[in-house]
């Protein structure tokens, strides 16, 4: 009776967990969280940071703020604006930005796309949100599964060091009895080989002692005779 | 922008990704700033054969 607990059955268990979250599609931004999370093989990338929630200001779409703020100093708030309006003035009079066929074309098109994106900007933008979320519900709720299967494969874990122990003492406790036993009776048929010993020496003294006392009688008989027979010729 | 190394410039464009691009709630100037920097770019490039549609003589 030799209950061997296994614990390399863990391994594998752990093993088929993490290359489930390794190959999900890292398509949304946060998916990237999501998943470096369980990683821990890596120490050089530590925790990744929270995704900002928007991006950094741009003004017109086209310029960040930060050209603005680093305009604020020396020019004020209008500074940039008059900036930008000299620079188009400039490039149009000097006919460095040639008017062609291709600038209406231009015109048009920049025109329709501020319409659509100001018009339409917010659902979609909602509606991606939306798809974002749902895929980053999904990726969380396999982190949380494989969180909680790590959790049990723990605790079975330490359950089976738990039982290892208990089966070690268990067949400690048998072998101690086991030798208990054979000692018991390594004595008892001690005992009887001893007695039989005895009982041979016993009877081989007795037996001496009878021949001798036999041999005795006889001499002692044959002495008689001996005597009765010298008596009688001479009668 | 020292660098034009293309380890300097992945380097620059993945920055320009974490700012404008890689974010909870996008917006559409993450996507135009990039159109803009083409279209002036080509616009630079081509430079040379609009010198010789300007539709006035002198400025």
Same mark, same amino acid.
């Given at each position: 009776?030799s209950?061997?607990?296994?614990?390399?059955?863990?391994?594998?268990?752990?093993?088929?967990?993490?290359?489930?979250?390794?190959?999900?599609?890292?398509?949304?931004?946060?998916?990237?969280?999501?998943?470096r999370?369980?990683?821990?093989?890596q120490?050089?990338l530590?925790?990744?940071?929270?995704?900002?929630?928007?991006?950094?200001?741009?003004?017109?779409g086209?310029?960040?703020?930060?050209?603005?703020?680093f305009?604020?100093?020396?020019?004020?708030?209008?500074?940039?604006?008059?900036?930008?309006?000299?620079?188009?003035?400039?490039?149009?009079?000097?006919?460095?930005?040639?008017?062609t066929?291709?600038?209406?074309?231009?015109?048009?098109?920049?025109?329709?796309?501020?319409?659509?994106?100001?018009?339409?900007?917010?659902?979609?933008?909602?509606?991606a949100d939306?798809?974002?979320e749902?895929?980053?519900?999904?990726?969380e709720?396999?982190?949380?599964?494989s969180?909680?299967?790590?959790?049990?494969?723990?605790?079975?874990?330490?359950?089976?060091?738990?039982?290892?122990?208990?089966?070690?003492?268990?067949?400690?406790?048998?072998?101690?009895?086991?030798?208990?036993?054979?000692?018991?009776?390594?004595?008892?048929?001690?005992?009887h080989?001893?007695?039989?010993?005895?009982?041979c020496?016993?009877?081989?003294?007795?037996?001496?002692?009878?021949?001798?006392?036999?041999?005795?009688s006889?001499?002692?008989d044959?002495?008689?005779?001996?005597?009765?027979?010298?008596?009688?010729?001479v009668? | 922008?020292?660098?034009?190394?293309?380890?300097?410039? /992945?380097?620059? @464009?993945?920055? !320009?990704?974490?700012? =404008?691009?890689?974010? $909870?709630?996008?917006?559409?100037?993450?996507?135009?700033?990039?159109?803009a /920097?083409y279209? @002036?770019?080509? !616009?630079?490039?081509? =430079?040379?054969?609009? $010198?010789h549609?300007?539709?006035?003589?002198?400025?």
């Amino acid at each position: 009776m030799s209950a061997n607990v296994e614990n390399s059955a863990v391994a594998p268990g752990l093993e088929s967990v993490t290359p489930s979250l390794k190959n999900a599609a890292l398509l949304c931004p946060g998916a990237l969280q999501a998943a470096r999370i369980l990683h821990t093989g890596q120490p050089s990338l530590a925790p990744v940071p929270p995704l900002p929630e928007h991006g950094r200001k741009v003004r017109f779409g086209l310029i960040p703020e930060e050209f603005f703020q680093f305009l604020y100093p020396k020019t004020g708030v209008t500074g940039p604006y008059v900036l930008g309006t000299g620079l188009i003035l400039y490039l149009l009079s000097k006919e460095i930005y040639v008017i062609t066929p291709e600038t209406f074309s231009a015109i048009s098109t920049i025109v329709l796309l501020v319409y659509v994106v100001k018009n339409y900007g917010a659902s979609v933008g909602e509606f991606a949100d939306k798809l974002n979320e749902q895929k980053i519900a999904q990726l969380e709720e396999v982190k949380q599964a494989s969180i909680k299967q790590i959790q049990m494969l723990l605790i079975w874990r330490s359950h089976s060091r738990h039982w290892n122990n208990i089966a070690m003492a268990l067949e400690v406790t048998y072998r101690e009895r086991l030798h208990r036993v054979y000692r018991e009776v390594k004595n008892c048929l001690d005992y009887h080989i001893s007695v039989q010993n005895m009982m041979c020496q016993k009877e081989q003294e007795h037996m001496i002692n009878w021949e001798k006392e036999t041999i005795a009688s006889c001499i002692a008989d044959l002495k008689l005779l001996a005597k009765k027979a010298q008596a009688q010729p001479v009668l | 922008m020292q660098d034009f190394t293309p380890k300097g410039t /992945a380097g620059a @464009l993945q920055e !320009y990704d974490n700012k =404008y691009v890689n974010v $909870k709630k996008r917006s559409f100037a993450g996507l135009s700033m990039v159109l803009a /920097a083409y279209k @002036l770019f080509n !616009y630079c490039h081509s =430079y040379k054969e609009f $010198k010789h549609k300007r539709p006035r003589k002198y400025h």
